[in-house]
């Protein structure tokens, strides 16, 4: 394999793995709180098309992104009020915002089906972004930086901030939360709405840099694969960033060795790996003597009532 | 106590349908005929459903009140179209397309247990006597793209982006390659398998990758745009699939081969309204305009349009059976004797690849 296909594998591998680290980053969030937010393709997918539509009709790329931010937090809002302020079930809520997302892109990206936009250019000049090997590290736009970025930032905000503390406990146990006086439903819609933004974002990714168009669905299912990934990672930022390479590169590292000519595995496999991976990773995270949970949040998916 | 239910809720379901036909036969002129679709992927694909959609909606438009039509799109291809065939049969629907070759054996279950209905499957192979088939012979198109791709690969190395290797993808894949072959002998076909009719960023990746070992020109047969734009990015050559989609790829799109469903999906509707409607296995191609050839990309050069425009024709006029001997297969058994050509029947069961794919 010469090192030109090498640095273009990787290449491709970032860019599969930096919606599902961003979807994945901001579900992680949502479920440290103690949410269980089954809405992530939906909330990607309304800001995919969002997204889309902003770039279309002002021709500026970043306004595309800021307005998928804003309208995956909307939708989050959305699963907020029900399942937060109201109480609903968070599993049945989280799938009816799926389903409602996936029907609301459509319908909003009904009129663009078959259109394009231009994609962001590189975030640094192009000597070094279309350099033959420096571009191995430089050359991507804002939004693969971003998202490691933000891996970092959560990975701190959590483990070493008195917010993120709180965040946590919010998580591990609401009643006690509730009891030492913190706001636990205010704390939880602001996870839930920084996870919302970050799956706009992620869906935005798919339409804007991706594949620059509008298709519907065009995110086929990789919100699923995020939440798996928030699982993979018994919730933690760094195993995040880590799995969300790995499943990009299980993507990506098949496709092109069978185009090579090396057929690893059946296509039919390729389909289930990243959920393969999660299988495997539970598995092996549950067997450890020295820990036999998963770390996931002890409220997560519990309906929390003040005073109930 | 669920399952009483729900068997209640079929009896009385069925007994509806049962009933349809007078029903229909006494309130025609009244109350409009329904006709129902069945998409395995969202309208909004731009490929393969959104063809159908755009065939369904010209239907509608030519027959005005007259007909009602419905359609369900995303509905996976297995037990789930059963559910989905059923229910709109239920909603009364008296002829209903389903129009993946997945749903064959959940159609053919349907069909079975509601004779009045009558059903239209695409692509597959299962009839009855309520049950017929269609097909569009898009290996004469894939004939068309492949004596271009022939001529203007420089590197000799064409990829496929590939769903499922069903026939009907198999024989795109050989009518594609043995036109390349044609017109350079050296010609390779490199095939990628996704499992899947539909996933943008997936088919852009596998594309990329076909890209980077060689491929400069770059075909499929999975339904969104994404190959093409990868190829727009690159600045190599692709095709469009099931629709025009030089909008997305204004450089790399060369051609595309075009689905016209429309024609068929009217005579069908007609044959219901005059109570002529008969089962049968319907395969139509370029000639009867099923299969069209969107128009070339300016770009192309006159040698290779005129090539494109003679193979055509001589499809057209039965001069030129893409599938014609002698073939040998990537395995080095011979296939097709010289001169002889592929039956349907061959066609319709195709589970090998000509000299010159890799698969």
């Known amino acids: ?308 | 106590m669920a399952a009483i239910l729900d068997r209640r809720t079929v009896l009385a379901g069925a007994g509806a349908i049962a009933a349809l036909p007078h029903l229909r036969a006494r309130a025609l002129a009244a109350d409009p005929l329904k006709v129902g679709f069945l998409y395995v992927g969202p309208v909004g694909d731009f490929g393969y459903t959104h063809a159908h959609d755009v065939a369904r909606k010209k239907t509608q438009d030519f027959y005005g009140e007259k007909i009602k039509t419905n359609y369900v799109e995303n509905v996976p291809e297995g037990p789930d179209a059963e559910r989905v065939l059923r229910q709109l049969a239920q909603e009364g629907n008296a002829l209903i397309f389903a129009t993946s070759f997945g749903f064959m054996n959940a159609t053919a279950k349907v069909a079975k247990a509601l004779p009045k209905v009558y059903f239209e499957h695409a692509t597959g192979y299962m009839r009855g006597p309520n049950l017929a088939t269609y097909n569009a012979r898009f290996y004469e198109g894939r004939a068309v793209i492949g004596t271009i791709a022939g001529m203007m690969s420089k590197t000799g190395v064409g990829g496929y982006v590939a769903s499922f290797p069903i026939p009907e993808v198999v024989m795109g894949i050989n009518c594609f390659t043995l036109a390349a072959r044609k017109v350079n002998p050296k010609f390779q076909t490199k095939v990628l398998w996704l499992s899947t009719w539909y996933d943008p960023a997936k088919e852009a990746d596998a594309a990329k990758a076909l890209a980077d070992q060689g491929a400069d020109i770059i075909t499929q047969h999975t339904d969104s745009p994404a190959p093409l734009q990868v190829c727009e990015q690159k600045g190599l050559y692709g095709f469009g699939q099931a629709s025009d989609m030089s909008s997305i790829a204004p450089k790399a799109h060369l051609t595309a081969i075009v689905d016209n469903w429309a024609p068929y999906y009217i005579g069908r509707v007609k044959a219901v309204m005059d109570g002529t409607w008969k089962t049968g296995d319907t395969w139509w191609g370029l000639k009867q305009d099923t299969v069209q050839i969107a128009p070339y990309n300016p770009a192309m050069p006159d040698n290779v349009k005129k090539a494109a425009d003679d193979v055509k024709s001589a499809i057209i006029a039965g001069t030129l059976h893409p599938v014609t001997g002698p073939i040998t297969d990537n395995k080095g058994t011979p296939r097709l004797k010289d001169g002889e050509k592929a039956t349907d029947e061959m066609l319709e069961k195709m589970d090998w690849y000509v000299e010159g794919v890799q698969s």
């Open chain 1, 1 to 308: 394999m010469s090192l030109e296909i090498a640095i273009s594998i990787v290449m491709t591998l970032v860019i599969a793995a930096t919606p599902i680290l961003l979807a994945g980053l901001g579900e992680l969030v949502v479920e440290k709180s103690g949410v269980l937010n089954l809405g992530v393709e939906g909330m990607m997918l309304v800001g995919a098309v969002a997204g889309f539509i902003t770039a279309s009709l002002t021709g500026f790329t970043p306004a595309g992104y800021a307005a998928a931010a804003l309208a995956g937090l909307c939708a989050s809002l959305l699963f907020g009020v029900l399942a937060l302020t109201i109480g609903a079930n968070q599993v049945a809520t989280g799938l009816a915002l799926t389903i409602f997302g996936t029907g609301l892109s459509s319908l909003a990206g009904a009129g663009f089906v078959g259109t394009t936009i231009a994609r962001l250019p590189a975030l640094f000049p192009q000597s070094i972004a279309g350099h033959p090997i420096l571009r191995l590290a430089f050359g991507y736009d804002v939004i693969v930086y971003l998202s490691i970025a933000l891996t970092l930032a959560a990975a701190w905000f959590l483990n070493h901030t008195r917010s993120g503390l709180i965040l946590r406990c919010v998580g591990e146990s609401d009643v006690s939360a509730h009891a030492i006086g913190y706001p636990v439903t205010a704390i939880r819609y602001l996870a839930v709405a920084f996870g919302g933004a970050l799956a706009g974002l992620a869906g935005a990714y798919y339409s804007l840099a991706v594949t620059p168009m509008w298709a519907d669905r065009i995110t086929a299912g990789r919100g699923w694969i995020a939440l798996a990934l928030v699982v993979f990672s018994s919730w933690r930022p760094w195993r995040l960033l880590l799995g969300a390479y790995i499943f990009g590169a299980v993507m990506t590292l098949e496709l092109y060795s069978k185009a090579a000519g090396f057929a690893l595995l059946p296509p039919e496999m390729l389909a289930m790996l990243p959920y393969l991976a999660t299988v495997v990773a539970l598995a092996v995270i549950a067997m450890r003597p020295s820990r036999g949970r998963l770390d996931a949040p002890r409220c997560l998916g519990k309906t929390f009532r003040a005073g109930a």
